[in-house]
């Protein structure tokens, strides 16, 4: 699965998601890195079909309104170590990238995962 981590997710969390077998990209690698707008980042992914993974409640009105990203993994874990974090992707990665072989907006908490429709 390929994707996009938003600037507030830590940048450590290339290596876990490669080592899981994901393909990602960091915003500090595009153009406008870390001040890349929500535009930019859609269409980033648009292009290279990613999908975003963020924790801004904006993508989900954008979503909601314009289908815009086409995928979208929405943390909701809350204030959490880099740590945790990592853990919770560890747990969730085989079904995270299941999900989105079918859905195309899911939210990950601290220690479920939810498909919106």
């Not at 899981?20 to 960091?26: E, P, T």
């Amino acid at each position: 699965m390929r994707v996009l981590l938003d600037a507030q997710l830590p940048v450590r969390l290339i290596e876990i998601l490669s080592e899981l077998g994901f393909d990602v990209i960091h915003t500090s690698f595009l153009a406008n890195k870390n001040h890349s707008t929500d535009a930019e980042l859609i269409a980033v992914c648009e292009k290279d079909k990613r999908v975003l993974v963020s924790k801004d409640r904006d993508f989900v009105d954008s979503f909601v309104v314009r289908n815009k990203p086409e995928k979208f993994l929405w943390l909701t874990t809350g204030n959490i170590s880099n740590e945790r974090l990592i853990h919770i992707f560890q747990k969730h990665h085989q079904t995270i990238n299941d999900l989105f072989e079918l859905h195309f907006f899911v939210e990950l908490t601290n220690e479920d995962l939810i498909v919106h429709q």
